[in-house]
């Protein structure tokens, strides 16, 4: 038993080992000892996707999660989706639709619509939605972030 | 959240060791999705944290064996979802996992934490009710087998003694055409905590069997051999007494924020009305 683990893991297509405190969040060690401030901190108990980042293919809170759990996975945030140096289509679409307002919620719902796009390329609008109904916008960009998903959607089938 | 030890046990005889050495100073881990939000708001001090990731026969698994379905402790709400014998055999169990929480929380909740929290809420308690499930339990004498309605006690409690853990949820498949659905109520449409968690089953000799949550300390099971309710022939206006006595137990709390409890209760009606209809329907489905 420990108070202190090294994980290794693969964050963003690199693999990294990293000690961690067993009681810190995997929030927190990715933004804290990894760099990674793309993932945010909102609610922390699961209720806003702010923190979401795709582990092993899926979707999930990282507020909800200790650090230690993500040993032997792969996990992408959204400093991730950039295909050398440049916005991937999903990035591009929200920008295309503005559908960042404040931009706090974007990173979470990138990570949800890039999760949801993968198992699902062609969604309709309900599937969207509900796809992306573990991330809220206080700004209530739905509309453009739903359309910026679909656009995006089309884009990448063309 | 305070300081504690992590320990990851790769058996579950450890498991259980490590549960009986520390009693309730151990907190065990399978999706975190309740322990994370506890432990951060200093609801729960442990002095050990024990994840069940690790063990080998408690990761995510869904197996049939001797028309008993099996879901091991780890395994995930998307999964059980997913699942095709899940979906030809427990219809209403899929119904009740994809509305657990959003996508993000479906990925990492587990069936077994979902009825180890003994959330009066909880979505899978009453298709567990209504499909008979049994829970099944490792602990220091040994394995035993509960039945989920002796394994539900109360907000927040379970029959898990000290040393105990749940290794699976067992369910036996129907070898009789059974109908069954489940229905909520949410105060509005996606992620939110249910003011009424409820479903039906309905097989072709008579029997009605009819599970409803948070509207009292647990969820409840009740079963109808009258024939009545299950009686295709029989018009819903005539049900709704039988239907009725069935919430004798409904006891919703004043104090929630929720819905009222006259609201509540009235809608508890609507909703087993519901349910049964659409139970009614797929059992007329399987039977062709
Ligand atoms: S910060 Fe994790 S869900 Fe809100
Ligand atoms: S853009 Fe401001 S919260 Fe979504």
Redesign the interface.
Known sequence: MNETLTINTTINGRSRSIEVEVNHTLLDVLRDEVDLTGTKECCVVGECGACTVIIDGRPMNSCLMLAVEIDGSEVTTVEGLEIHGELNVLQASFLDESAAQCGFCIPGQLMSATALLHDNPDPTVEQVQEGLAGNLCRCAGYEQITKAVLAAAKEAMR | ????????PETVAEAVALLEEYGDDARL?AG??DL??E??NRWVEPK??I?L?HIPELTPSITVRDDVLSISASTVM?DIAEDELVQRHFPALVEAAVVV?????R??ATLAGNICNGSPAADTSPPLLVYDAVVVIAGPEGTRRTPVDDFIVGPGKTSLGRGELVTAVELPIPQRPFGAAYTRLTRRR??DLASITLCCGVDTDGHTRLAYGSVGPRAFLEIDDTGTLADPSVSIEEKVAPLDQLFHRASPSPKSLRASPDYRLAMLRVLGARALETALGRLTKEQV
Do not use: E, W
């Open positions: 959240m305070n300081r504690f030890q992590y320990a990851r881990l975190g999705t994370v939000i432990l951060r050990v944290v994840d990731k998307t929480g959003s996508v993000q929380i990925a990492r996606g992620t």
